[in-house]
């Protein structure tokens, strides 16, 4: 750290995960910037060894807060945003790995430059050997589904990033209110960067576009089993808050005229995205409330979603205890 404080916070949310969590602890203190840089690590209740690691292994650059049980990705993420000290954060997976050493240096540059880009991301690879894309920009196609093809190819003027690795302006973090807790698991950063999108579509930003990837920035994203935490309903769940923004998206996007039309040409493709994006069949009653019963519920609570969408998640986020430890200093809130 420098005499004036950290250039950027890395958050690190985990569960269960503890080989994964050295290797990306590892990555980020070979940046050619650790010496600004503040690691802060939420751990959501781990049962394999992470906590004691913490205490008694982790480096002394490390701070830990820990929460009793797992809050999610989305509460995991608005406690480090609360418990930085940098003008800047940085989300790093436990399962990701950043590949280069000036990584953070050169986003941090990026966004030095001010104008309209305000949150920046890398080239994010499934291998080392940097052939298999997970993710370069993250790209809706005019119906507001996501477009698996572009979002690994271009890199242009993006409508969202990644936060398995991603560099934000703090105060853009604090105006979108934080990571929405309705998302446990997955989806939360497309989520949070589409209302940054909305924001700014609406006039409300400094720019038309928040987002930007940078050439020469490579991060390995492992894509670890563990720690993944799913739940029975997890196909109704995530695909409702999809379409929730989609729907938003598009009134955004084309006012009442575009917004309509664009939720009726979905009806053409919805299943074959939908069954694309989770890799599996649909069962007949899942067929029958995605065309059938979904339309018409999600026009219903339209306003509500509106609404919900302006909440202050930051402000309701549940504080975890930061952590005793048992030699260098004291990695508390």
């Known amino acids: 750290m420098t005499s004036t404080g950290p250039r950027c916070s890395v958050v690190i949310v985990t569960w269960n995960r503890l080989g994964d969590l050295k290797r990306a602890v ?24 992470t906590v004691e690691w913490l205490k008694d292994e982790a480096p002394d650059t490390v701070r830990a807060l820990l929460f009793d049980t797992n809050q999610g990705a989305s509460h995991g993420r608005n406690a480090g945003i609360l ?86 302006e703090k105060g853009l973090l604090e105006e979108l209110g934080g990571f929405d807790p309705w998302f446990f698991w997955g989806v939360e950063d497309l989520d949070i960067a589409l209302r940054a999108y909305h924001r700014s579509l609406r006039g409300e930003s400094r720019g038309a576009s928040r987002f930007a990837v940078l050439e020469g920035v490579h991060v390995l994203h492992d894509m670890s089993h563990g720690g993944r935490h799913y739940r029975p309903d997890d196909f109704s769940t995530v695909f409702h808050r999809i379409e929730r923004q989609r729907l938003y998206l598009m009134l955004s ?31 007949r009653g899942q067929w029958l409330w995605l065309l059938v019963l979904y339309p018409v519920n999600r026009l219903i609570r339209l306003p509500l979603d509106i609404r919900h969408t302006a909440a202050d998640h930051l402000r309701r986020a549940p504080r975890p205890r930061g952590l005793a430890r048992e030699r260098g200093v004291p990695a508390g809130r």
Not at 27 to 49: C, F, K, P, W, Y
Not at 254 to 283: C, D, K, M
């Open 26 to 49: 590892a990555s980020v203190l070979a940046q050619t910037i650790a010496s600004s840089i503040e690691v802060l690590i939420v751990d959501n209740g781990s049962t394999d060894g």
């Open 83 to 168: 418990a930085s000290r940098a003008p800047h954060v940085c989300f790093l997976d436990s399962d990701a790995e950043i590949l280069s050493p000036d990584a953070i240096e050169r986003c941090l540059g990026h966004l030095a430059e001010g104008g309209r880009v305000r949150a920046v991301t890398g080239h994010i690879w499934l291998d080392r050997e940097m052939t298999a894309p997970f993710s370069k920009g993250v790209y809706m196609t005019p119906e507001g589904h996501f477009c698996r093809a572009r979002s690994r190819r271009d890199t242009e003027d993006p409508h969202a990033i990644s936060t398995c690795f991603s560099v934000w």
């Open 253 to 283: 996007c084309g006012g009442l005229a575009g917004f309509f039309g664009a939720w009726a040409r979905s009806f053409r493709n919805r299943g074959r995205i939908v069954t694309e994006a989770w890799e599996q069949p649909l069962t």
